[in-house]
């Protein structure tokens, strides 16, 4: 069966660095994008990065390019500022557009920068 577990969330101070990772199995890795969606408080969820497998090709929202820097198991965030944080989820698609939802998702690592 597929399972996404998301690690390495936790408190850092403004411009800090966290990795988070994401460990996947269960599907056909090449065919997938694997995305990190992050959730603030009061606020929509928001795609932040995707990377597809097939290819290796990647995606970064505006609010975090140039900071964070994705790879298939792996979202490595620096310079990180107080409205990153939030509860950080990996979920899979199978297409680069957000606006059609994600298929499986990790149970979230929370990420505080305060």
């Known amino acids: 069966h597929v399972q996404l577990v998301e690690s390495g969330g936790g408190l850092v101070q403004p411009g800090g660095s966290l990795r988070l990772s994401c460990a996947a199995s269960?599907?056909?890795?090449?065919?997938?994008?694997m995305n990190w969606v992050r959730q603030a408080p009061g606020k929509e969820s928001e795609g932040v990065a995707f990377v597809y497998f097939g290819g290796g090709s990647t995606y970064y929202t505006d609010a975090v390019k140039g900071r964070f820097t994705i790879s298939r198991d792996n979202l490595q965030m620096n310079s990180l500022k107080s409205e990153d944080t939030g509860l950080y989820y990996c979920a899979t698609s199978l297409t680069d557009n957000w606006l059609r939802g994600f298929g499986y998702w990790g149970q979230g690592t929370q990420v505080t920068v305060s």
């Open positions: 269960g599907f056909t890795f090449s065919t997938y994008y």
